[in-house]
Every structure is written in structure tokens, then in C-alpha cells.
């Protein structure tokens, strides 16, 4: 079935650092893919997503582009605030959403 | 515009109890769908409701039911509960056509269970 793999965190970073959060999947068809933010005691708000192959998502500095061809989806940030802390799940839907683990982001000052 | 709102904040209940969370959805929506999210861990569908009926279902057992009402608002039941049933449960609602799943869904900030 479909699947969802991010890389295991926590990741720790400093301000002003860059910041890549690895995505893999795997689906049989054509999904949309996403990257969704969870700050601590709230819901999950959508950051950004890509619906097609090269497609490029972008929100708030983060940037993700969608790769058929390694079927990746890597969120991207040139530099870091410490407002960025939050859980970040990458997530693809074709029948439904389904979601990876979650990586934790913990930017420090 | 009101987003989605979830109630209860927090819940505690028993093994074996039955529970119902509600959820009302954005102004304009018509589907709303259910989520599982254990501790640490991604949330995991259970189903959606569109125009009132279940519009897909993910692997939770029969025990695992909902309703959606004409104002497209819902309830997510549960009976039986087993400590494995303590989590995170979002809800969130979506414009969607029947037989296709809506691409961007817009969470409410979920019911905390916990199953003693």
C-alpha cells in the first residue's frame, strides 16, 4: 500500500541554519503530496504541496519539490527561526491522506 | 469565516466505555474526515463522510462508527474502548466531489482520549 518515510528526529537546529527534512514514498499511482506543520497543543496546518511531477511548493521560506523520478519530497528552508519549532509530516494522498511519522524541528537562538 | 472546530478539548474514559467526538466543519464544506494520531506518530485515517455518507475507510475495526449531519458537521463514536485507543483524533473537513478524495483538508485542533 501506500507509504510515507521522513527522516527520524529530533533535528536540532541553530537560527539562521539551513534546513532539510527528508521524504520518500512509495504509491502505485500519481499522489499529490504535502508537507503539514503541527505546533505544540494545536491541529495540523497545511505548509505547502505539489500535485504533479517538478512541481515546486512553496510557503513561508520553505520550499519542497516534488520528484517522481526519486519519488522524494524534501522540505527545504534557507534559514531557520526559532518560531519554526513544530512537528512537520510529509503526507501524500491518491484515496486518502496518509501520513509519515513526523519529524520534530527544534530551532534554538 | 469559522474554521473547524472539535469538541472535546479533552477526554478521559474507561476500558470498555463508549465515547462520541464531534466536530463542526469549515463554513462552505462538505466532507469531513477522521484521524488517529498515537503519540509520536502520524495520524492515521479512519474514515470520511461526505453528504452524509462514508466515503472511504481506512483498517480500524467496526467498533470505529460516525455520522455526518445535513449541516455537514460529524461524530466519530467509539465503543468498546481499549487502551490502544488513546490518542490524538482530528478531524477535518474539505470540498469534495463523491468517489474522489479532496486534496486539501483543513484540521480542526482535535479531542485529546485518554483510556484508563
Known amino acids: 500500500g501506500d507509504s510515507v518515510t521522513q527522516m527520524e528526529g529530533p533535528v536540532t537546529l541553530s537560527e539562521e541554519a539551513f534546513l532539510t527534512i527528508n521524504c520518500t514514498y512509495t504509491?502505485?499511482?500519481?499522489?499529490?503530496l504535502f508537507w503539514y506543520v503541527q505546533y505544540p497543543g494545536e491541529g495540523l496546518q497545511l505548509l505547502l504541496k505539489a500535485t504533479k511531477a517538478d512541481d515546486k511548493g512553496s510557503n513561508k521560506g520553505f520550499e519542497a519539490t516534488y520528484r517522481k523520478e526519486t519519488t522524494s519530497f524534501h522540505l527545504e528552508k534557507g534559514s531557520v527561526q526559532v518560531s519554526d519549532s513544530a512537528v512537520y509530516f510529509c503526507?501524500?494522498?491518491?484515496?486518502?491522506?496518509?501520513f509519515g511519522a513526523g519529524t520534530i524541528l527544534r530551532v534554538k537562538s | 469565516e469559522t474554521g473547524v472546530t472539535q469538541s472535546p478539548t479533552h477526554l478521559i474514559k474507561t476500558r470498555g466505555q463508549q465515547v462520541t467526538l464531534r466536530c463542526s466543519s469549515q463554513?462552505?464544506?462538505?466532507?469531513v474526515s477522521w484521524y488517529q494520531q498515537a503519540l509520536g506518530q502520524g495520524p492515521q485515517f479512519i474514515f470520511q463522510?461526505?453528504?452524509?455518507?462514508?466515503?472511504g475507510r481506512g483498517n480500524f475495526p467496526p467498533r470505529f462508527s460516525g455520522l455526518q449531519f445535513p449541516n455537514y458537521s460529524s461524530e466519530l463514536n467509539v465503543n468498546a474502548l481499549e487502551l490502544d485507543d488513546s490518542a490524538l483524533y482530528l478531524c477535518a473537513s474539505s470540498t469534495g466531489t463523491s468517489g474522489r478524495f479532496s486534496n486539501e483538508q483543513f484540521f480542526g485542533p482535535g479531542t485529546r482520549l485518554t483510556v484508563l
Open positions: 503526507a501524500l494522498s491518491e484515496r486518502k491522506l496518509v
Open positions: 463554513s462552505g464544506h462538505n466532507t
Open positions: 463522510y461526505y453528504r452524509e455518507e462514508e466515503n
Open positions: 504509491a502505485t499511482g500519481y499522489p499529490s
